[in-house]
């Protein structure tokens, strides 16, 4: 990168643990070049014990603002000052900004599923859809699916059911959305359902990085030709699950642009600037490929 760092630079950052399968520095740290603008992206690894230190921390030393990540998506609500309304119905933030010591929460994850799911709408708008996983992650594509696409059911599948369950009590409750079905991730009990769904959604990290063998199934049946099949994955951009998916004629649908839309509304945030979305995206591409 050739900013130049010095007192008067911003700090942007990553929570998590761990991190090292990330793309949000290089993301950012593109973006910030190409709209020259005075601030860094720094990744930090942030086990949950130090994660109340990491926040007083960040008010001490001026950070701008962080993305969080897995482990921490739903634990960092007690911190917050202020909540957006999406992130108070999902029960987890994805980015914080600091004004002067007061911290605001917001998920952006929203951003990304509906960017990257809008060229769809008119397929999946009122179909059954399939949600694997019962994190933050996985609220995030429920409160988007049920605010923007309308579904006539959701099956909701977790390798647990009991937090499925849970899962489904929850968004009864925040956005009176009743047509649920909860499954246990079992995948020869599975395929009927799969293929039923007009969309399919991997929000787990079954697949990624270092674990690029794993799959939520490998029944190839599962999948039809014409459904959307979306995994949350970014690292490795094309999963065992995609792969099995699209050689069935199925569309196939990375973690990637999510991961650069979602940036993109935290981008703005922080900075009051518009991220160059298609130039970070081609910036992206290449990074990976090298």
């Known amino acids: 990168m050739k900013n130049t760092i010095h007192v008067n630079t911003k700090i942007l950052g990553l929570i998590g643990h761990p991190l090292k399968h990330s793309y949000s520095p290089f993301i950012h740290n593109v973006a910030i070049e190409l709209k020259g603008i005075d601030y860094i992206y720094l990744p930090f690894d942030i086990p949950s014990s130090n994660l109340k230190n990491a926040f007083r921390g960040m008010i001490s030393l001026g950070i701008r603002g962080f993305n969080v990540t897995i482990p921490h998506k739903e634990n960092i609500l007690q911190y917050m000052n202020n909540v957006s309304e999406e992130s108070s119905i999902i029960g987890a933030i994805n980015t914080v900004v600091n004004d002067l010591g007061k911290l605001s929460g917001y998920n952006t994850d929203v951003n990304g599923i509906l960017e990257t ?6 397929e999946i708008f009122g179909n059954e ?6 994190g933050g992650a996985a609220r995030a594509v429920i409160y988007t699916l049920i605010r923007y696409f309308k579904p006539s059911k959701i ?20 956005m009176k959305f009743n047509s649920f079905k909860t499954k246990e991730l079992f995948p020869p009990d599975l395929v009927d359902i799969f293929k039923n769904s007009k969309l399919v959604v991997n929000a787990t990290s079954v697949g990624m990085f270092p674990d690029v063998d794993d799959s939520i199934t490998e029944l190839a049946n599962s999948f039809t030709k014409g459904q959307i099949v979306f995994d949350l994955v970014y690292n490795p951009v094309q999963t065992n699950l995609l792969n099995l998916a699209a050689s069935n004629g199925a569309i196939a649908l990375s973690g990637l642009k999510m991961l650069v839309y979602q940036a993109a509304k935290s981008f703005e945030l922080w900075t009051g600037e518009a991220m160059p979305v298609e130039q970070v995206y081609r910036s992206l591409q290449l990074f990976i490929k090298a």
């Open 117 to 122: 799911l809008n060229p769809y709408k008119e």
């Open 129 to 134: 859809i399939s949600v694997i996983g019962a």
């Open 155 to 174: 099956y909701l599948i977790n390798r647990t059911e009991q937090r499925a369950d849970a899962l489904k009590n929850y968004f009864q409750d925040k």
